[in-house]
């Protein structure tokens, strides 16, 4: 484990072309061991692709990123073995079971098979799926899929943890649970990276937060420094909202933002 | 290895819990051979053909559905479901080798190839073809196509990687038909057209078949063996170095 002072994840200059797209074009990033960050921006901003990059998934065109010390384009399979992953889509088998998934999981990062076992016990009761540990998991809900998912990038104890939406598409109890378990690992010590398109989720969860747009991080603080200077710098008369910051550092207007306010389209 | 092998009984499970993806791997090369068969045993009787060294058309076309059994690669349509649902990418971020990721499917390509060539070999025999080569011809008759199951999965893995398409993967596996149309599929390659011949000697998958019918037709004939093992083993080494080189700058 990191100390508290460390960074979690440096990231400097981080560019990634696709062929003439440039989807990154320059992020620095600096997350302290310990904390939840947020990393906003609207669909197509480059939120998935740095996350991407971040966790070996991707090769960096320029720039280099640190994860827990190691270096991600250098020496991939180190920082593997320091990171949890939790894509978009939950990446799971449908023809598993829960418990054969987590199983498998810890097997492959170098548990004997009694301790996979073990720790494939004491995770499915982290998310409590004790119940449906033995069920395949194709007639899993969405809700339970997302909390086995991130039970699986649980497996090895993580240093950094990276969660890329975890809870779009959810019901709001579902998402409920995903944040107290995000709390609940945070404040075991794991530093997580959550990338989010829902702004209240940034405020209640998020310890620091920045806001990519086009390719580049246009703002980053703490979310109430971040309403704090918007105020300032506005002269407005009320508290702004995380949303108002959103709208503010990405040029946008509510008027362009679809349906619920929370999300950003 | 232990990460294969890992990753292995997980495509084994998933072979086992998906027999719909199985059975016909089983039925449709039985059916070719009946047809086959049934088409041209009576030009072919074996008490006339030297080719058959006394058994039916049926032992001299056996290899051919062997083939066609180790030649579907539903392993790859497997594949391109786990990169569709985003479980490969879970795979990926995981501090396996690449070559582990590539050989657990490959290990479980190996083991059904090798139980549907037993169990197609088992029902030629209980129909009346018999092995020339004995137990030990079983042994390698059964070890060859399970092999080649591995290698043409590999292929087919490799289109699935390229693409991540199940369209095209699926498209990719009908290759196989012009290279098994390109063999000695219904005579002996010297009783072949000229040009089939060549086109039929420059066809790797000649090797494999004419090891395999020399499993049936014959006692152990090491001249006729060892070419097919031969292949096998180049064009396996070539399907995993490039499997692996595709997942090492798969983005």
Request: with cysteine.
């Given at each position: 484990?990191?100390?508290?002072?460390?960074?979690?994840i440096?990231a400097?200059?981080?560019?990634?072309?696709?062929d003439?797209?440039?989807a990154?074009?320059g992020?620095?990033?600096?997350?302290?061991?310990?904390?939840?960050?947020?990393?906003?921006?609207?669909?197509g901003?480059?939120?998935?692709?740095?996350?991407?990059?971040?966790?070996?998934?991707?090769?960096i065109?320029a720039?280099?990123?640190?994860?827990?010390?190691?270096?991600?384009?250098?020496?991939?399979?180190?920082?593997?073995?320091?990171?949890?992953?939790?894509l978009?889509e939950?990446g799971?088998?449908?023809?598993?079971t829960?418990?054969?998934?987590?199983?498998?999981?810890?097997?492959?990062f170098?548990?004997?098979t009694?301790?996979?076992?073990?720790?494939?016990?004491?995770?499915?009761?982290?998310?409590?799926?004790?119940?449906a540990?033995?069920r395949?998991?194709?007639?899993?809900?969405?809700?339970?899929?997302?909390?086995?998912?991130l039970?699986?990038?649980?497996?090895?104890?993580?240093?950094?943890?990276f969660?890329?939406?975890?809870?779009?598409?959810?019901?709001?109890?579902?998402?409920?649970?995903?944040?107290?378990?995000m709390?609940?690992?945070?404040?075991?010590g794991?530093?997580?990276?959550?990338t989010?398109?829902?702004?209240?989720e940034?405020?209640?969860?998020?310890d620091?937060?920045?806001i990519?747009?086009?390719?580049?991080?246009?703002?980053?603080?703490?979310?109430?420094?971040?309403?704090?200077?918007?105020?300032?710098?506005q002269?407005l008369?009320?508290?702004p909202?995380?949303?108002?910051?959103f709208?503010?550092?990405?040029?946008?207007?509510?008027?362009r933002?679809a349906?619920?306010?929370?999300?950003?389209? | 290895m232990a990460?294969?092998?890992?990753?292995?009984?997980?495509?084994?499970?998933?072979?086992?819990?998906?027999?719909?993806?199985?059975i016909p791997t089983?039925?449709?090369?039985?059916?070719?051979l009946v047809?086959?068969?049934?088409?041209?045993a009576k030009?072919?009787?074996?008490?006339?053909?030297?080719?058959?060294h006394?058994?039916?058309?049926g032992?001299?076309?056996?290899?051919?559905s062997?083939?066609?059994?180790?030649?579907?690669?539903?392993?790859?349509?497997?594949?391109?479901?786990?990169?569709?649902?985003?479980?490969f990418d879970k795979?990926r971020?995981?501090?396996?080798?690449?070559?582990a990721?590539?050989l657990?499917?490959?290990i479980?390509?190996i083991?059904k190839?090798?139980?549907?060539?037993?169990?197609?070999?088992?029902?030629?025999?209980?129909?009346?073809?018999?092995?020339?080569s004995?137990v030990?011809?079983?042994?390698?008759?059964?070890?060859?196509?399970?092999?080649?199951?591995?290698?043409?999965s590999?292929?087919?893995?490799?289109?699935?990687?390229?693409?991540?398409?199940?369209?095209?993967t699926?498209?990719?596996?009908?290759?196989?038909?012009?290279l098994?149309?390109?063999?000695?599929?219904?005579?002996?390659?010297?009783?072949?057209t000229?040009?089939?011949?060549?086109a039929?000697?420059?066809?790797?998958?000649?090797?494999?078949m004419?090891?395999?019918?020399?499993l049936?037709?014959?006692d152990?004939?090491?001249?006729?063996?060892?070419p097919?093992?031969?292949?096998?083993?180049?064009?396996?080494?070539?399907?995993?170095?490039?499997?692996v080189?595709?997942?090492?700058?798969?983005?």
């Amino acid at each position: 484990m990191s100390s508290p002072n460390s960074a979690a994840i440096d990231a400097e200059g981080l560019v990634k072309h696709y062929d003439d797209v440039e989807a990154v074009r320059g992020v620095d990033l600096r997350v302290r061991s310990g904390e939840i960050f947020g990393f906003l921006g609207p669909n197509g901003a480059g939120k998935s692709t740095t996350v991407r990059m971040l966790t070996t998934l991707l090769t960096i065109t320029a720039g280099r990123a640190e994860v827990a010390g190691v270096d991600v384009a250098r020496e991939p399979d180190e920082a593997r073995k320091r990171i949890g992953v939790a894509l978009q889509e939950a990446g799971l088998d449908p023809r598993q079971t829960g418990r054969e998934l987590l199983v498998l999981q810890g097997r492959l990062f170098g548990f004997t098979t009694a301790q996979a076992q073990d720790r494939a016990k004491g995770l499915l009761e982290l998310v409590e799926l004790e119940d449906a540990a033995d069920r395949l998991i194709k007639g899993y809900s969405g809700g339970m899929k997302r909390r086995l998912d991130l039970a699986s990038a649980l497996v090895h104890e993580p240093d950094v943890l990276f969660l890329d939406e975890p809870t779009t598409g959810l019901d709001p109890a579902s998402r409920l649970t995903i944040w107290d378990e995000m709390r609940r690992i945070n404040e075991r010590g794991t530093t997580v990276f959550l990338t989010t398109q829902y702004l209240e989720e940034a405020d209640q969860l998020c310890d620091r937060l920045a806001i990519i747009d086009d390719g580049v991080i246009v703002r980053e603080g703490t979310p109430s420094d971040l309403k704090a200077e918007l105020r300032e710098r506005q002269g407005l008369d009320r508290d702004p909202t995380l949303d108002d910051v959103f709208l503010d550092a990405t040029g946008r207007t509510r008027s362009r933002v679809a349906g619920d306010v929370q999300e950003v389209k | 290895m232990a990460q294969a092998w890992v990753l292995g009984q997980r495509a084994l499970r998933e072979a086992w819990r998906t027999p719909e993806a199985l059975i016909p791997t089983l039925f449709i090369p039985l059916f070719f051979l009946v047809v086959n068969v049934g088409q041209a045993a009576k030009i072919f009787p074996g008490e006339t053909t030297d080719f058959l060294h006394g058994q039916g058309y049926g032992a001299f076309q056996l290899p051919s559905s062997l083939l066609l059994a180790a030649s579907f690669g539903t392993a790859a349509l497997f594949l391109v479901e786990d990169i569709e649902g985003g479980y490969f990418d879970k795979l990926r971020a995981a501090p396996i080798t690449r070559t582990a990721l590539v050989l657990g499917r490959l290990i479980a390509e190996i083991a059904k190839g090798g139980l549907i060539a037993a169990l197609i070999v088992i029902l030629g025999v209980i129909f009346g073809i018999s092995l020339a080569s004995g137990v030990l011809g079983f042994v390698l008759l059964v070890a060859l196509t399970a092999l080649w199951a591995a290698v043409f999965s590999g292929y087919m893995q490799l289109i699935a990687l390229k693409t991540r398409s199940a369209a095209a993967t699926n498209s990719g596996g009908l290759i196989f038909f012009p290279l098994l149309f390109l063999t000695p599929n219904f005579v002996p390659r010297d009783l072949l057209t000229r040009p089939m011949e060549i086109a039929a000697t420059f066809n790797p998958v000649t090797y494999l078949m004419e090891a395999q019918r020399s499993l049936i037709l014959e006692d152990l004939n090491w001249s006729k063996i060892w070419p097919g093992f031969l292949m096998v083993a180049v064009t396996g080494a070539i399907m995993l170095a490039l499997n692996v080189r595709t997942i090492q700058r798969y983005d």
